[in-house]
């Protein structure tokens, strides 16, 4: 499945893991922010989250090893979705 059709399924969460200041500088419209370094202390959100995860980061770097970490976790339906201005090539669709 590709990024464009997950972002259309409304039970998709997507997830910045940049960090708080990043975030507030500009982010892509619905995202949440969970920091990287955040994630193993917020697995609460995760188990609210009942369809597919995104994450993206600045470079799509961080983005991958939340991924990897996500699934290490037991999350299924966790996809990389790159860079911030990826993900805003998306939002302009």
């Known amino acids: 499945m590709n990024i464009q059709d997950l972002i259309s399924n409304p039970k998709t969460s997507i997830v910045d893991v940049r960090e708080v200041g990043e975030f507030m500088q500009g982010h892509y419209e619905g995202a949440i922010n969970i920091p990287l370094g955040t994630i193993p202390n ?8 009942d369809g597919p995860i995104i994450v993206y980061c600045r470079s799509g770097n961080r983005s991958g090893l939340a991924q990897t970490m996500l699934k290490q976790m037991g999350y299924q339906e966790v996809y990389n979705g790159g860079a911030l201005q990826d993900m805003l090539v998306y939002s302009n669709n």
């Open 42 to 49: 917020q697995l609460e959100k995760f188990k609210t989250m």
